[in-house]
């Protein structure tokens, strides 16, 4: 599967690709690198490096299992690498099932395995051209200075 | 010999992204010989082995790619 792909993400593509299995359901499901603001500064982009080929090979070990678990849904996902503006697509996954459980559950489950399993990484970038590597989850960058500074050096 | 890789702000801090040491037991061990390299084991970093998972008290062997993994952060 080509999970990683350097350029924009062509969801269009992969949505149709979805539908030719004539399902109950679909879901999909879009990341998309927000405008936020940190005490750091303004967000402008975020990049995102990832171990290549376990990467690759980790992601295909998710949707087997997603295969096992249900098997007559079909799920399609991508994921950016490089550099990804504010308000671009990071990352597509598209799920589709027979009926409307299966699809949710399914899209779940890709979702919170790829975050615990797949070895990316995001860089926050700022408009005053500083960069930090993210912590986890924003939420914690925003109420701890200590995350900030993470790694500690 | 090992084949040790490094990703995102553990690279950045080695200046690079991929080293040689010498083989040692674990992944743990590895580390604990060279106290220069204990930052590649930062709160919440992992190990994989050979492209797949692994702990800090697995066996390794001559060979081997162990990769030092920063906690993820997809989505």
Avoid at chain 1, 1 to 25: C, H, K, N, Q, Y
Avoid at chain 1, 72 to 90: F, Q
Avoid at chain 1, 110 to 116: F, Y
Avoid at chain 2, 22 to 27: D, E, S, W
Wanted: charged share 20%.
């Amino acid at each position: 599967m080509e999970f990683l792909v350097a350029g924009p993400i062509d969801v269009e593509s992969l949505e149709e690709s979805a539908r030719r299995t004539e399902p109950g359901a679909v879901i999909s499901f879009q990341g998309v690198v927000r405008p936020d603001r940190t005490p750091r500064g303004e967000l402008t982009a975020l990049e995102f490096a990832a171990y290549e080929p376990m990467a690759e090979e980790e992601m295909d070990r998710v949707m087997a299992e997603i295969r096992t678990r249900w098997p007559e849904a079909h799920a399609l996902c991508r994921h950016r690498l490089g550099r990804v503006p504010v308000g671009e697509t990071s990352l597509f996954l598209v799920l589709s099932a027979p009926d409307t459980t299966q699809a949710f559950q399914a899209c779940h489950f890709a979702l919170e395995q790829m975050r615990a399993r797949v070895p990316i990484w995001k860089k926050d970038l700022f408009a005053d051209g500083s960069a930090c590597w993210s912590a986890s989850h924003r939420e914690t960058l925003l109420i701890s200075d200590s995350v900030l500074s993470y790694p500690p050096s | 010999m090992i084949r040790a890789l490094l990703f995102a702000q553990l690279a950045e801090r080695a200046g690079t992204g991929a080293l040689t040491l010498p083989p040692a037991p674990t992944p743990g061990a590895l580390l604990a010989a060279r106290p220069e390299l204990s930052f590649l084991k930062p709160a919440g970093a992992r190990v994989a082995v050979n492209r797949a998972w692994s702990h800090w008290d697995a066996p390794l062997a001559d060979g081997d790619e162990v990769a030092f993994l920063p906690p993820t952060t997809a989505l």
